[in-house]
Structure formats: C-alpha cells, structure tokens
C-alpha cells in the first residue's frame, strides 16, 4: 500500500485477497504482506526488460553509473516528491506577510515533521536577523537583568526534547461547518518537532528573579509586530524552552531564526518566535494577542482568555480527504493524536460513524506532549463508509464530536476545535470530508 503524489492511496490488486475471502476470514497483515511478497516474487522471476503493471523489470537505473556524490550545498528531497510541500489557503487572510502555509500531514511517516514542511503562521512577514546582532533581553522582577547574545545562549547547559507545536486555530474552519477538502487544510496547522535549547528556568534562576511576585513573564518577538504573549510562571518553571535548533540544525527562519520560545501544549501563538525579550511581571500584560486575538467567543457572547492548552485530539491522515482508495480489500488506517495535557493514552478508530470502535495500535514512542502515531487494520469491503478517530489522554480528558463541543461553545469561534473529524469514503474509492449529524 502506498501513496501516489496526487494523494490517492493505492491498494495491492484484489485478487491478493481472494483466497481468504471466499474462505470467510477477515484478511489479517501477515496474509496481505505473504501474498505481496509472492505476487513480487513471481514478477522478478520474468525476462528481463519485460513490465509488470507498467514498469520495467530492469529500469534504465540499473544500467548505468548514477550521479556523483554531492560533496557540497544542502541536500534535497528526490524530485519525485515535489508535491510533498507546504500550501496555503486562498483568502485566508487579508495580506501574506500575516499568512498561514499548512503541514501536509497526509504524505508524512512517524511523529516527526520535516523542518521543511513545518507549517507557518506571521504576523508581519518572516524577518531576516541577523544571529551576531541578535540579542535576548531578561528584565522586569530580577536582581541581575541579562543580555545575551547568541554565543551566550549556547552557553548554557542544552536540552532535546521532542514537542508539536499547534496553531490555536487548527481546525477553525471546522466551526462554522465549512468542508475544507483534505486534512492538511483541516488540521495542518500542526508539527513536531525534536527542539534544542535553554530550559527557561535555566536563565530565571541566573537572573535571580523574585519568586514571590514574579507570576507571569512576557515574551516579545523581533519581528514586525513586536507580537506579545503573556505566560504563566508555572509554566516558564516547567518545561517551556530557549530554543535555537530543530530537528538536529538550527531553527529555519520561518520558525523563528535564531531564537524562539517553546511552550509545549500551548497554542503555537506563544512560542514567540525571533525571540528578544523576556518580563518577569506580577499579572498579565492583556496584550493585543491576548484581548483581540486568540480568545474563544462564547453562546452568551462573553470572550474567554488565555484558553492556551490545547486539549486531546486526533485525525486520521490516512484515508483521508481527497485521497482514493483504488480496489477493495486492506489497508491500513493509521493517523496523529496529541494533547497539551501529556501523553495519549489511547485512540480507537470508528469505520461506521462513531456506531462501534475499534482500539488502534500507538507506535512508539509515545511521549509528553508530543504527536503520536495510530495504527488500525482494515478490510475495505467496498461499502461506503464513516471514518473516525477518538483520542484520550492520560489526564482522562477524551476527545468531543463537533456536536459536544458546539453545545458548549457554540459556533462563532475559531479557536480550539479538537473535535472528533469524519471522512466519508465512497463507494469508487473517493474520500470526502463531512460532518455527521
């Protein structure tokens, strides 16, 4: 089973299945990667430069020296996966220096998301700093304020730690029941990420702040709009990073070059990134970001603040919209869960609209705060179909239809839908985003 670079899902040929079909069992994965690997034997076994399917047994590759080794530049995805890439949405917003460009979830393996495809989100444009004139400022309820440069920063004792990051509007358009066509537009505003850095009570402690007043920091970026966010001193004492490197190099500028915060579990928004000064304070700063952004307009119309977790979720990347399944028989459903609140405990997986659930697998590893990835086998019989994932995490917390989120928070928001998410499959194959009733 695999993807092609149009999204559609390709089945191994129905006969492959036909044996253990007429006998009535249900298809298990080691009888569909038996009959794979026998149907790929006999294959091989033909004339050579004879085809099979369409391609050549003996492809002009394997006939020939290959290009040499690239002893200099950055090296690059194969041309054939020119399509695995980020896109935005059009109109989304009102000008692309403060636009949105989407993870594509469905073409990716594992929890980890390519620097590459990381999804983005400004407010002003993507500044280009420079790291030697880059500085980070820490004042505010402190005995010894700091500026550091970069060299600084790395200074101090690092840390790794695997973490996503997710947009506070992941899935706003869910909201208002807008049928967006496939999951990297439903739920691409997501990544993760191993991040490198400075644990941030690593620089509090150097600059002896005042534990007694000191409740809440403000983070301020260098870009354009000096975007402000107001964080919790519990947090900023727990797991909340200085992070300037990802997935093994440093930070790309798109996410934040050279230096950004990293709140793990919190809406992306406050992970400040081109990070360039932190305030210890003693209440919230109630900042643009925070009183006409980001904030969840409610049924009886009040605004709820600083809702900055993001609660237990989940997807499944595959099927999913505009992906086909071509012919009946296995394949294996397989998407992400997460949640602010810790690791996944468990994700179960309806194929028939939430009538009866099935428990996946969870791939290892399974961490604090970070994507995890679901497995479920299935045999396609052909019959449309209502796919569903359900998440829970260790907290207990499980995750909501559209229609148990609705009810409390009614549909004028755009923020923190973590709504259970249904593709229906068709009878030709063709997968479609809806909303069950």
Partial sequence: MKSDQRGRVISAPENH????????????????????????????????????????????????????????G?????????????????????????????????????????????????????????????????????????????????????????????????????????AVPTVQYTHGMIACCEFTGVLLSTLLDETGFDRSKGKFILAEGADGSALTRTIPMEFALNDVMV????????LRPENGYPLRLLVPGVQGVSSVKWLRRLEVGDKPWNTREESLH??????????????????????????????????????????????????????????????????????????????????LDWNWDGAPALLQSRAVDETGHVQPTIHQLRAVRGVRSIYHNNAVQTWRVQPDGEVWNVQVS
């Fill in 17 to 72: 299945l036909s044996a253990v079909q007429l006998r009535g069992a249900r298809p298990s994965r080691r009888h569909f990667i038996r009959s794979s690997v026998a149907a790929t034997a006999f294959a091989a076994s033909g004339v050579a430069g004879q085809t099979s399917g369409g391609a050549t047994l003996v492809p002009p590759w394997t006939r020939s020296l290959g290009a040499a080794v690239v002893a200099t």
């Fill in 74 to 178: 950055y090296g690059m995805p194969s041309k054939h996966e020119v399509n695995v890439q980020r896109r935005q949405s059009p109109g989304l917003t009102p000008q692309p220096q403060a636009s949105i460009s989407f993870t594509p979830l469905q073409n990716l393996f594992g929890i980890i998301t390519p620097s590459g495809v990381h999804f983005e989100r400004h407010h002003s444009g993507m500044p280009e700093v420079d790291p030697a004139q880059h500085r980070l400022m820490i004042h505010g309820l402190v005995k010894r304020p700091l500026m550091l440069t970069m060299d600084d920063v790395m200074r101090f004792p690092s840390v790794s730690r695997i973490h996503f990051i997710e947009c506070g509007a992941n899935g706003g358009m869910e909201w208002a029941n807008v």
């Fill in 243 to 250: 992070v300037y490197g990802q997935n093994g190099e440093m």
């Fill in 294 to 375: 980001y904030i969840d307009l409610l049924p009886d119309g009040m605004h709820r603040q600083y809702s900055g977790v993001q609660e237990v979720k989940s997807v499944i990347t595959m099927p999913s919209g505009g992906q086909k399944l071509v012919g009946r028989g296995y394949y294996e459903i397989t998407g992400l869960a997460s949640s602010g609140r810790g690791k996944i405990k468990r994700v179960d997986v309806s194929v028939d609209g939430g009538r009866n659930w099935q428990t996946a697998r969870l791939q290892e590893p399974v961490l604090n705060k970070a994507l995890t990835r679901f497995r």
